[in-house]
Every structure is written in C-alpha cells, then in structure tokens.
C-alpha cells in the first residue's frame, strides 16, 4: 500500500509545474499575484469542502474544537510561500529561487525525519539517505547553473533574499507535518484539506490587503472572462499537492515525499519550458541542466530504495 504513495508524490510534484503555468495566467488576467493565489486558495478549500461532504466525513469539523490551535495552521504557510516567490523572484531571478526553495524542502524534510518532531517518526538517518540528499541538492545546483542567467542572479549581496528562499522551501514539509497531525486528530484527509486552504485564505487575505495598503497593484477581475479555461485548474492542482503531502509523509518518510514531489516537478518543467505550455516562453534545456535532473531523480531513488 506504501508503495502507492511513490507515484502519487511523483505526480503531485508533476501537478506543482502545471499549477505554476496556471496561476501566470490567473496573474496576468488579474492584475495582482497575491489576488490570483487568494482566488486559487478560496476555490482549492470549496473544492475540498465538496468532497468532503460527498465523501460523508464533513462531520469531522466537529472535532476541531478539540484540536491544539497549532495543528490548525498548516495552511499559513501555503501564504509565506507565496508571497516570498513574489518576493525572491525578481531578485534572485526564477531559477535561482526556485533552486533554493527545493534546497530548503529537502533540508527541512531531513531534519523531520532524523529528529522525529511534528508527529513525524523518527528515522535515523541510512548512509544511502543522506547520499540521496547529497545528490538532490547537487542537481539543484546543476539545474541551477544549468540556466545561462542563473550566474548573474547569484552576483551581488543577496544573502538575505537567498536565506528567505531558503525559509520558504522549508515551511512546505513543516506545513506537511502539521497537517499530518491535524489527520491524526480528524481522521478526514479531505476536512484535513479544507481547513488547511481555509486558513491559507485567511492568510492570503491579510496578504492582499497590506499589499493594497502599501501601494500594490489593485486587482482587475475583468480579465478573467478572457483568461482560457486552463487558468482555473491551479487550485485543483493545489489541492491535490497539499492532500497527497500530508497523507504520504507518515507513510513513506518525510524525505522521500518531498524528494519524489520535487522531481515531479522538476520532470514536467523540463517538458513546460521546452516546448512553451501554458502560453509561457519557450526555453532550451541545456545539457547541464537535463543532467541535474537525472542526478536528482537517482538521488530521490536513493532516498527511497536503500
């Protein structure tokens, strides 16, 4: 039955790349990131609501009052994440950033394993486990370097920028476990689900209104009738991301799930770039970078198999 999780995670990685070509067109079609991901969240938390009334387990909602606060929150760092990629990305540029988010997934998840804490048990860490990291991150390098900006992204003092990014990856195995412990106390991944993007709207919200306050740009939802039916699938994508992350960690380890999404995610953004979908620019892919997807991909397997 664990074994199951292995492509689920995988194609949940896969789902973070077509998430991200929709939410440029909710973006542009809005006017405003921040509102383009508060729309995605509100609808991922409705979707989920629906399935968990027609699965029959919306009762467990009643149990939330029972529930430790912090094991509610998972869904604040959906917010953190965002808005530091709005944050980080023109500054350290897109492969940089993103470089560095997958560096702190992997250096969080480590951790969650070897240390035990969030509910997460305890696995000390195997001689093959820490080579698999190794090899992730060195992939992440590759790919890294493998764009031909990346090198001018890296100049200049930036150490700040690098350290959030750094920050952002990490809370997404945090968010992970946190919303594992909730599924412990409900036992509904679904109301898991729910409420974690309830919250990530809440969040989203404050936000987008501090945005607002400081001068940001105001959303223009006029746009949204002639944004193609694609721009709508981000918050099914989310959803899906978020449920599967929670659900696989206690079964495959906290490393492995998040090595396994990454290198979804790495694996359809080979194929997004190469060939343009969801209207973004056309990019080659360069042969150190094909080759860091590889080392990442044997790296995850290591992780897994030994």
């Known amino acids: 039955m664990d074994t199951l999780f292995i492509p689920l995670s995988l194609a949940a990685g896969?789902?973070?790349?077509?998430?991200?070509?929709?939410?440029?067109?909710?973006?542009?079609?809005?006017?405003?990131?921040?509102?383009?991901?508060?729309?995605?969240?509100?609808?991922?938390?409705?979707?989920?609501?629906?399935?968990?009334?027609?699965?029959?387990?919306?009762?467990?909602?009643?149990?939330?009052?029972?529930?430790?606060?912090?094991?509610?929150?998972?869904?604040?760092?959906?917010?953190?994440?965002?808005?530091?990629?709005?944050?980080?990305?023109?500054?350290?540029?897109?492969?940089?950033?993103?470089?560095?988010?997958?560096a702190g997934q992997m250096?969080?998840?480590?951790?969650?394993?070897?240390?035990?804490?969030?509910?997460?048990?305890?696995?000390?860490?195997?001689?093959?486990?820490?080579?698999?990291?190794?090899?992730?991150?060195?992939?992440?390098?590759?790919?890294?370097?493998?764009?031909?900006?990346?090198?001018?992204?890296?100049?200049?003092?930036?150490?700040?920028?690098?350290?959030?990014?750094?920050?952002?990856?990490?809370?997404?195995?945090?968010?992970?476990?946190?919303?594992?412990?909730?599924?412990q106390d409900l036992g509904a991944p679904f109301v898991v689900g729910t409420i974690s993007f309830a919250v990530a709207t809440l969040s989203m919200i404050v936000v987008l209104l501090v945005t607002l306050l400081t001068g940001g740009a105001k959303p223009q939802l006029g746009g949204l009738k002639a944004m193609p039916w694609w721009g709508w699938i981000g918050a099914v994508c989310g959803a899906t991301y978020v449920t599967t992350v929670f659900v696989a960690i206690p079964a495959i380890g906290t490393a492995a799930t998040v090595g396994l999404t990454v290198a979804g995610q790495q694996i359809v953004s080979l194929f997004v770039d190469r060939y343009g979908w969801f209207r973004l620019p056309q990019r080659e892919i360069s042969t150190l970078r094909f080759a860091g997807v590889v080392v990442l991909l044997l790296g995850v397997a290591a992780i897994k198999v030994f």
Not at 56 to 68: I, N
């Open 14 to 102: 896969g789902l973070l790349a077509v998430q991200a070509g929709a939410n440029a067109q909710l973006s542009k079609a809005t006017g405003s990131p921040f509102a383009a991901t508060t729309i995605q969240v509100v609808l991922a938390a409705l979707l989920l609501l629906i399935v968990a009334i027609a699965t029959g387990t919306a009762a467990a909602f009643g149990g939330l009052q029972a529930v430790p606060w912090w094991h509610a929150i998972g869904g604040v760092a959906t917010a953190l994440y965002v808005a530091s990629t709005i944050l980080v990305f023109p500054r350290l540029g897109a492969v940089v950033a993103v470089g560095l988010f997958i």
């Open 107 to 183: 250096l969080a998840s480590l951790a969650l394993d070897s240390f035990g804490v969030l509910g997460v048990p305890r696995q000390a860490p195997k001689p093959a486990t820490l080579i698999g990291t190794a090899a992730v991150l060195a992939g992440v390098v590759a790919i890294v370097f493998g764009q031909k900006a990346a090198t001018k992204e890296l100049s200049g003092s930036k150490l700040g920028w690098m350290l959030l990014a750094l920050v952002a990856g990490a809370v997404l195995p945090v968010q992970g476990a946190i919303n594992g412990l909730l599924r």
